[in-house]
């Protein structure tokens, strides 16, 4: 979203990327580098990291669910948003700690908007109603081709398995929203070796705190 509300408290930091672009990796060594800075850390993840969550995130993603309604998957990604927001990312805010979370709002905008083609500003006025429009402080995007990133996985879930096409429109919305607020955002190219994407993202985090 290119605009919104930041945590007045805290530090809201967001990992965003294709399947298998190593979101949670980098994620979980920025948690562990902050700690030993010394900082109250809250590494989080959408969508499932509430009771809610995981039964959201077992609709959605369970190739046994079958195929979903576009507008219904949308749905259901907002659902687990709002309660992520309310039971994790708020709380820990408002106590000062980083938070640190693999998805987000762009997830929902590239997926459910770029991906499943569904109109962009219904789908943002929800995501805003879902989030109260609150902005990460940074989102860090792992960019990495689609063709290579779906090589990862021996299997894969509802989302993985679309077809390629739909994952090369998602990478092409998250670059476009990346683009349009450069200020908020460290595009970084997946490729590289994972302690020297690491570093770059910890320099850019350190000079937020």
């Known amino acids: 979203m290119s605009t919104g509300v930041y945590s ?10 294709g399947e298998g ?10 948690h562990d580098h902050l700690v030993e800075l010394g900082r109250e850390v809250v590494l989080t993840f959408e969508p499932g990291d509430t009771e809610v969550g995981r039964k959201v995130r077992e609709i959605v993603l369970s190739p046994e669910t079958g195929e979903l309604a576009h507008e219904t998957e949308a749905l259901l990604y907002a659902a687990d948003k709002a309660e992520h927001l309310r039971r994790v990312v708020r709380p820990a805010l408002e106590r000062g700690a980083v938070v640190i979370t693999d998805r987000y709002v762009d997830s929902s905008l590239a997926y459910q908007g770029a991906g499943r083609a569904l109109d962009a500003d219904d789908l943002e006025t929800m995501l805003r109603w879902a989030t109260g429009d609150l902005r990460p402080h940074l989102t860090v995007l792992l960019d990495l081709e689609p063709s290579h990133g779906l090589t990862r996985f021996e299997e894969r879930d509802r989302i993985e398995g679309e077809p390629l096409e739909f994952h090369r429109r998602v990478r092409e919305e998250f670059l476009e929203l990346a683009g349009r607020d450069p200020e908020h955002y460290l595009v970084q190219d997946a490729h590289g070796e994972v302690e020297e994407i690491a570093a770059k993202i910890r320099a850019r985090v350190e000079e937020l705190l």
């Open 8 to 17: 007045a408290t805290g530090l809201f930091v967001c990992f965003e990327g």
């Open 21 to 30: 672009a190593g979101k949670s990796t980098q994620a979980k060594l920025l």
